[in-house]
T-cell receptor, first 111, second 112 residues
Framework: TQLLEQSPQFLSIQEGENLTVYCNSS?????LQWYRQEPGEGPVLLVT?????EVKKLKRLTFQFGDARKDSSLHITAAQPGDTGLYLC???????????FGDGTTLTVKP | EAQVTQNPRYLITVTGKKLTVTCSQN?????MSWYRQDPGLGLRQIYY???????DKGDVPEGYKVSRKEKRNFPLILESPSPNQTSLYFC???????????FGPGTRLTVL
């Protein structure tokens, strides 16, 4: 069974601070996704990374896939209250059905 | 609008009473999947389908059934629900397996 560990589990910061969330595994994945989930709603896809060492940027969010495709990080610059939510990473393999999700990082950004 | 829909959104039922949660997507996606989300346990995959008439077990399939007779629909069936199936359920779809998924709004199920 492939496992994904996210850290930290909880993060509470002030508006304007920077933060990094980590997603680690002992297994190799063909692709890794990051999602954001708000209370009472389904997860929303933020990004998919597929190449080892790949870096993708989405406004103030920077996503990196590890060279060995076993880990990933999400960096948020100048966090805003609207960034508050549960951040989930998920790993999968190309054309395979099984997806493995991390337990999530609950981020709270205080104004 | 591209979306995944689930019905019902909320359901309270009793032990042993068969129920079906419907899931439909309008994006012509080949891949669909069901997850349950529980506090402290994260999102766990129940069943997935790579295409019509092709389904397979995820990590927690016990007590659930699925079918994929049409590309757009992927219902989740609980033949004899039990209280340990009380959870928040999500349906998801993607163009192909291994890709980023679009999630439905969730179905909160309570089994008494």
């Amino acid at each position: 069974t492939q496992l994904l560990e996210q850290s930290p589990q909880f993060l509470s910061i002030q508006e304007g601070e920077n933060l990094t969330v980590y997603c680690n595994s002992s297994s190799v994945f063909s692709s890794l996704q990051w999602y954001r989930q708000e209370p009472g709603e389904g997860p929303v896809l933020l990004v998919t990374v597929v190449t080892g060492g790949e870096v993708k940027k989405l406004k103030r969010l920077t996503f990196q896939f590890g060279d060995a495709r076993k880990d990933s990080s999400l960096h948020i610059t100048a966090a805003q209250p609207g960034d508050t939510g549960l951040y989930l990473c998920a790993g999968a393999n190309t054309n395979a059905g099984k997806s493995t999700f991390g337990d999530g990082t609950t981020l709270t950004v205080k104004p | 609008e591209a979306q995944v829909t689930q019905n019902p959104r909320y359901l309270i039922t009793v032990t042993g009473k068969k129920l079906t949660v419907t899931c439909s997507q309008n994006m012509n996606h080949e891949y669909m999947s069901w997850y349950r989300q529980d506090p402290g346990l994260g999102l766990r995959q129940i069943y997935y389908s790579m295409n019509v008439e092709v389904t397979d077990k995820g990590d927690v399939p016990e007590g659930y059934k699925v079918s994929r007779k049409e590309k757009r629909n992927f219902p989740l069936i609980l033949e004899s629900p039990s209280p340990n199936q009380t959870s928040l359920y999500f349906c998801a779809s993607s163009f192909r397996g291994g890709g980023g998924q679009f999630f439905g709004p969730g179905t909160r199920l309570t089994v008494l």
